[in-house]
């Protein structure tokens, strides 16, 4: 079946200008996701969604193929990564005639994220019965439970009625997030509407390799995490 692997990286960046070939460990930030994609071998093609020539270069230079540039109406900051998504599968499949059956979406902002959690959330995607889509997650460090709202005068309560607040934090139940890092879903099913979160499975990662990179200080903390998985 084959496998489209879909890196999206647009040349704007409000938090972060330049961020998707922001030096990251010596070589550009994306790099870092084309090698682990490639170097997972499950990714199939792996092309970069990009609508700078910048970033284009960038990304052939480190291995992935860049087939189009991408449409100023989907490099906006309110373009969403599915549109970009079935926009990619949809110009790949007129291009060569032949049918996506797997799309894998991985972000550039999350370099951590290596080549086995990519195979691995492939794997489960594979192995699990539907196709259901698969978006790797992280464990919630501050719970739910213990958010609260700030009142005009000053009053905290709690976000989620009285009854969420434990005891103690540690009673909280463990929740996950999304890290950004790896979505995996049938093409066909994204091309006709569908999301990456309907009836979606969990990979979890842990937060170490889950760093998702928005603005100084997410790339500050990514580089020292880098810096200290290589010390160890």
Known sequence: MTTLTVIPARGGSKGLPGKNIIDFGGRPLIHWTIAAAVDSGVCGQVIVSTDDAAIAQAAVDGGASVPFLRPPALATDKANSLDVVRHAIQALQDASGGKIATIILLQPTSPLRDANDIARAHRLFS???????????????FQPSWIFDLAPDGGLSPAFGADAVANRRQDSPQRYMPNGAIYIADAEAILSGGGFFEGAQGYVMPRDRSVDIDDADDLELARFRLTSASRS
């Open 127 to 141: 192995d699990g019965a539907g196709r259901r889509p698969v978006v790797s997650v992280c464990a919630v460090k």
